[in-house]
Nanobody, 127 residues
């Protein structure tokens, strides 16, 4: 059974930083693109990924709302993908999820092609 798990969320002040992680069980990230998404409780999940990394070639992609502030990276040996979030804003507060597409070697794909979703981790940005 494929299970993804996001962790590392917490409370941070505006302007602060936080590193969240995505790990997997029953699933190897090898060859897969991994995306990060977020959802504000009570609202629909944002329709586009915040960030995505293609673990085949290391290429990355960022949404406009986080470009320049967030950094996605991968530790292949640990089968872990990270999202370093800097200069956090109140509007970044949400539950953050990582996800993988059904097939490997597809690169970063549209949101509706991600089929493996992890349990989220809550990020709160407040003073």
């Amino acid at each position: 059974e494929v299970q993804l798990q996001a962790s590392g969320g917490g409370l941070v002040q505006p302007g602060g930083s936080l590193l969240i992680s995505c790990t997997a069980s029953g699933f190897s990230f090898d060859g897969y693109a991994i995306g990060w998404f977020r959802q504000v409780p009570g609202k629909e999940r944002e329709g586009v990924a915040l960030a995505c990394i293609d673990r085949v070639d290391g290429s990355t992609w960022y949404g406009d709302s986080v470009k320049g502030r967030f950094n996605i990276s991968s530790d292949n040996a640990k089968n872990t993908v990270y999202l370093q979030m800097n200069n956090l804003k109140v509007e970044d507060a949400a539950i953050y999820y990582c996800a993988a597409p059904r097939f490997s070697y597809t690169g970063c794909v549209p949101e509706d092609e991600y089929v493996y979703w992890g349990q989220g981790t809550q990020v709160t940005v407040s003073s």
